[in-house]
């Protein structure tokens, strides 16, 4: 049975950082890259980092620079280091693998990440 569970989000000043982490049970952690999604206020969920089974991240444009994904194999878990963020990082951030889809893949309930001053 699979399972996620994100935490370490919270609310931060435009130019904090925060460190999320997602604990990953079953085979999903082990057979796959994972990635960090975000779903932004009336918009759809979408990938913003990822890292392949071999730790090798790639990242979409407008965090390159700001957010580092990892994994460690041996805890079945995946971390997202974010810094420098800005207003328009808020969002709920949800781990899952590379791929994953609303219909098909079950997801955690995702970890609030709110950037204000």
């Known amino acids: 049975q699979v399972q996620l569970v994100e935490s370490g989000g919270g609310l931060v000043q435009p130019g904090g950082s925060l460190r999320l982490s997602c604990l990953a049970s079953?085979?999903?952690?082990?057979?796959?890259?994972m990635g960090w999604y975000r779903q932004a206020p009336g918009k759809q969920r979408a990938l913003v980092a990822g890292v392949t089974i071999g730790g090798r991240p790639y990242y979409v444009d407008s965090v390159k620079g700001r957010f580092t994904i990892s994994r460690d194999n041996a805890k079945n878990t995946v971390y997202l280091e974010m810094n420098s963020l800005k207003p328009e990082d808020t969002g709920v951030y949800y781990c899952?693998?590379?791929?994953?889809?609303?219909?098909?893949?079950?997801w955690g309930q995702g970890t609030q990440v709110t950037v204000s001053s």
């Open positions: 079953g085979n999903i952690f082990s057979d796959n890259a």
């Open positions: 899952n693998r590379h791929g994953a889809t609303l219909r098909n893949d079950y």
